[in-house]
């Protein structure tokens, strides 16, 4: 059987437990047309790059589906007709990934780093309030010449 990534974005005001719910419900639609989805992702409520159907974030999923294609085709129309989905993609693969999406990988690198609020930046000093500017001294300038109009 041929391989797919399918890709949907959810509506922003859904919660994730909603999300989870269409997966297993498009999961079960796979299976009912005898294919199997090997994997599914979960990358999280994220902004788009620009408004979709008044839309400025999507909860996005991606399914690695082993089915033929009639269990696709009928996958995507009930994608199209949810009002939940406010965009799918479905691309045939030739091989099922098998590590973590370069989506997940970038998840899993930012918990690596750690929170990085509140940490010191290397030997930099630290630079303290920023608003003293009027309390230091000028050194060896001279006072500016008043401004001609």
């Given at each position: ?55 400025r974030k999507a909860h ?13 085709a009928e996958l995507e ?67 500016r010449a008043p401004r001609?109009?």
């Amino acid at each position: 059987m041929p391989f797919y990534e399918h890709v949907f974005l959810a509506r922003q005001d859904l919660a994730a437990a909603q999300v989870e719910a269409m997966t297993e419900t498009f999961s079960r639609i796979i299976a009912d047309g005898n294919g199997t989805v090997a994997s599914n992702e979960y990358w999280g409520l994220r902004s788009l790059a620009y408004r979709i159907a008044k839309n400025r974030k999507a909860h996005y999923v991606m399914l690695s589906i082993d089915a033929p294609a009639p269990a696709v085709a009928e996958l995507e129309r009930q994608v199209a007709l949810n009002e939940d989905i406010i965009r799918y993609m479905t691309v045939r693969t030739e091989t099922l990934p098998t590590e973590p999406s370069a989506m997940m990988k970038r998840g899993e690198r930012e918990r690596e780093r750690g929170d990085r609020d509140g940490a010191p930046r290397g030997d930099r000093p630290d630079r303290g309030d920023r608003g003293d500017r009027g309390d230091r001294p000028r050194g060896d300038r001279p006072d500016r010449a008043p401004r001609a109009y």
